[in-house]
């Protein structure tokens, strides 16, 4: 929630957390995230999740009790992207008829 309210970095706009993965020994964290629009928003926004890593560990260290405050890393997710790629695919190869059954299920085949 941090991202979104109190993250001050103009870069940092349509963001979406997508998993986050953390080492066991809880010093590090990698955040994988998802950003609307172009490749040079995406990167953009990366750097700016990046420079503001400090203070989002920080916000963290507030809100949990542990010995180490993990070390963040922002990467860009591709999963989104790849999926809604496929949909499209999907969407020149598929004809409509058969998308259109299959999404009506009391349709009998004739």
Do not use: C, H, W
Request: charged share 25%.
């Amino acid at each position: 929630m941090a991202i979104l309210t109190q993250v001050r970095d103009p870069r940092v706009k349509d963001v979406t957390v997508t998993r986050v993965e953390m080492l066991p020994d809880m010093r590090s964290a990698v955040i994988y995230v998802s950003v609307m629009g172009n490749d040079t928003k995406q990167e953009l926004a990366l750097r700016g999740l990046n420079s503001s890593a400090g203070f989002l560990q920080a916000q963290i260290a507030e809100r949990i009790e542990t010995r180490y405050t993990p070390r963040l890393t922002f990467k860009l997710d591709g999963g989104v992207k790849r999926s809604l790629e496929i949909a499209r695919v999907l969407d020149e190869v598929l004809p409509n008829t058969a998308v259109a059954a299959a999404a009506d299920p009391t349709q009998e085949d004739a």
